[in-house]
């Protein structure tokens, strides 16, 4: 029989306070296969772990289960102990008696007591099927791809460029800089955004390590952490690019207001193409536009249909891309500019705040009074968020500048007219109408077209808004949970350019951690097919997330599902989908949970 | 039933939500009865209808599997396998004639220890008043195959 050691930690008294540990104990020697028990008054101590080393080696134990605290902090260390002392780490089990017993059952020690002897049990029963299990090791490709060659692709492909690693940088468009080369300056310095940019492009062209795809497509990626293969389509013909990680930086684009508060791109247009015209008229300095009908003729309002007119809808209710409007051109400079903030943002369709449209609007407010400081400058708004230290200073500026923000509600939205737009101001309960010369509609980011394929080649996920999905929320933020895959930028959710900037670097240190390595070491608990057992019905393979198992045909007409052992993760869904029963989910066998469901429910005293 | 009647339940915990939102349960020692054990797996989706039958089959008065909040799941879709994987158990439990209220499945995430303890006291409650199985007079003497 399987020689099994069971060591029982006091953790002081935080589980000998609650438990009686010596009653466990004893009970632990009437386990089938225990040989051996001590108790310890901490086992992750050096004195502890020590014992189970020598305990391994004297008694000769060919499992090792330790009853303490939770595997979730502790179960490397007690592993590694296991290795060191010649045992394969996999033929140890974890008892969780302290985070789910001694600690929850702290009024009803006897209770506690018995939890704790019955949950030994179930550990020693799974210990007794334990299997060995294998680690492989494998070489990692010290050379990472950045997708998207925007200001937080750039950074990052420099950042791990510097650290010596080789760095494949993918730009779709025919040249590097992305969204922030059409903007004319930066919030909140007012600091002008082309020679930041500029600068960073030729940093990425000149550097050695740093090779650039522009114009370029994914085509294909396979692989798995540390030596992904992928198939970019660029200058007419293929390349394939092996590299350890890869970094998504794919950005987001504004949203296309196409049938929203009259937007016609020449006097109702969007802060995207207003940074444009700002620049035109920081070069011209050109003479004012009349309030009157003069400004309005030279606009081309003639060109505006009545239809056009119109309210807050939703805007973009297709995917077709947004028809080719002349922006507006004029060198002169507007009388009055209505700016209208949560057009087609913060709606039922598009609930999500985009975050930097506020601090938008307020720059390109500031730059207006800055070029022409008698030009009145309105900005209709539901909620202004300018949080943090900088932006609401920043917001406080705008204020004392003069520049007028009126909340408007969006049960009333305000509604562009040929001559103004009427606004209920609902601070002061009464109908406002602007007399205009331009319009500006402030639109959220939204998802990149194309990152539901590129998320589908990466096999990586996206939410519902189309923006990639990090692996969690608060602890893994730049991380997908497919390992060696990345995400920094816009193309996670709207942000400031620090904030991206922050995300480039962390995403750049994310990858190097995989890239500095010499290889990878994948987990023993992963998925095997017995492929005696396996008809290759393929269920495995559409169960799982990852791509681990594929169809392999080994005889003519035979077919059988094989895993790759790096790409699994042990999720074990396959093993539970599998109708045959030729998956096994190693480490969770059927065997092993099935023999831990019965230890909780019935003694086998020997 | 009695007064003292004390629920024996299986808990599948997976790994990356439930089990930590359990051992957090226990860091902010919040008390629940000591009637749960907790079987550790690393994804609910790797539960399978023969480990909640075989529960069920040696006398568990409840079976509750927990994982991830949907959309939270550590392995992207595999509490979604959960989902199908209980609600067909649950139709066998009819065939069997178990109410099939001794089975649920419960989102809790590594943040909600408080939601772990309070599934638990709930679901102990709950089971304490549908009373011990009725499966268990039948089955009690059999002994599991062993492959």
Known sequence: ?606 | MTVDFQPRIVVFACNWCSYAGADLAGVSRLQYPATTRVIRVMCSGRVTPGFILEAFRLGADGVLVTGCHPGDCHYISGNQNAVITVDRTTQLLRLLGLEPGRLRLEWVSAAEGARFAHVMSEFTEHIRKMGPTPLKPETCNLKPVTR
Request: glycine share 10%; net charge neutral; hydrophobic share 40%.
């Open chain 1, 1 to 606: 029989m399987t020689r099994i050691g069971v060591f029982i930690c006091h953790c002081g008294s935080n589980i000998a306070g609650h438990v009686d540990v010596e009653a466990v104990a004893e009970y632990a020697r009437t386990l089938p296969g225990v040989v051996f028990v001590q108790r310890n008054m901490y086992t992750c101590s050096d004195a502890g772990l020590s014992e189970i080393k020598t305990a391994i080696v004297q008694q000769g134990l060919e499992r090792v289960v330790v009853a303490a605290c939770t595997p979730r902090t502790h179960e490397p260390l007690f592993r590694q102990a296991c290795r060191e002392a010649g045992l394969n780490p996999y033929l140890f089990e974890f008892v969780n008696i302290r985070d789910q017993c001694s600690w929850v059952h702290m009024h009803e020690p006897e209770a506690a007591t018995r939890k704790a002897q019955d949950l030994v049990r179930m550990g020693v029963a799974k210990a007794r099927l334990l299997e060995p299990l294998e680690e492989q090791e494998l070489p990692v490709e010290p050379s990472a791809l950045v997708i998207g060659g925007g200001m937080i692709g750039m950074t990052a492909a420099l950042n791990l460029a510097n650290r010596g690693f080789p760095v494949k940088l993918v730009e779709r468009e025919a040249q590097l800089g992305g969204l922030l080369l059409r903007l004319d300056r930066l919030y909140p310095t007012q600091e002008e955004a082309r020679p930041l940019v500029e600068e960073r492009v030729a940093a990425v062209l000149a550097h050695p390590r740093i090779e650039v795809f522009t114009s370029a497509a994914l085509l294909e990626v396979k692989g798995f952490v540390g030596n992904y293969e992928v198939t970019v389509a660029a200058g007419g013909q293929s390349h394939t690019l092996k590299v350890g990680a890869i970094i998504v930086a794919t950005g987001a684009r504004p949203l296309q207001p196409v049938g929203l508060y009259g937007y016609d791109g020449q006097r109702v247009i969007t802060q995207l193409e207003l940074e444009e015209v700002l620049r035109g008229w920081r070069g011209v300095g050109a003479g004012r536009l009349g309030t009157g009908k003069l400004g309005v003729g030279k606009l081309g309002i003639g060109k505006l249909g009545i239809g056009k007119l119109g309210d807050g809808g939703t805007g973009e209710q297709t995917d077709n891309p947004p028809p080719n409007l002349p922006i507006y051109q004029s060198t002169n400079l507007p009388t009055r500019v209505v700016m209208i903030q949560c057009v087609g943002a913060r709606t039922p369709e598009r609930p999500y705040c985009s975050r930097i449209c506020c601090t938008t609007a307020i720059k390109n407010a500031l730059e207006i009074r800055e070029i022409s400081p008698e030009t009145e400058v309105y900005i209709l708004y539901r909620d202004t968020e300018t949080q943090g230290t900088r932006y609401e200073a920043y917001y406080t500026r705008a204020r004392q500048a003069g520049i007028q923000f009126i909340r408007y509600s969006p049960q009333r939205p305000p509604r562009v007219t040929d001559e103004r737009v009427v606004v209920y101001d609902e601070l002061l309960g009464a109908n406002l109408g602007i007399p205009y010369d331009l319009v500006v509609l402030s639109t959220p980011l939204v998802a990149q077209d194309g990152a539901q394929a590129l998320a589908q080649l990466l096999k990586v996920p996206v939410d519902e808004h189309g923006f990639f999905l990090e692996a969690h929320a608060k602890l893994r933020p730049l991380d997908f949970a497919t390992d060696g895959v990345y995400v920094a930028g816009t193309a996670r959710w709207p942000a400031h350019l620090e904030e991206t900037i922050t995300q480039a670097y962390g995403a750049a240190a994310r990858a190097a951690t995989v890239l500095s390595k010499e290889h990878v070491v994948s987990s023993g608990v992963v998925a095997q097919v017995n492929e005696a057992l396996c008809r290759g019905c393929g269920r495995c393979v559409e169960v799982c997330e990852f791509g681990a198992p594929v169809l392999v045909e080994v005889a003519p007409g035979v077919t059988v599902a094989r895993v790759n052992p790096v790409l699994c993760k042990g999720c074990g869904a396959c093993a539970s989908r599998c109708p045959t029963g030729a998956m096994t989910a190693r480490h969770f066998t059927d065997r092993q949970v099935l023999a831990m469901v019965r230890a909780a429910l019935s003694e086998e005293m020997r």
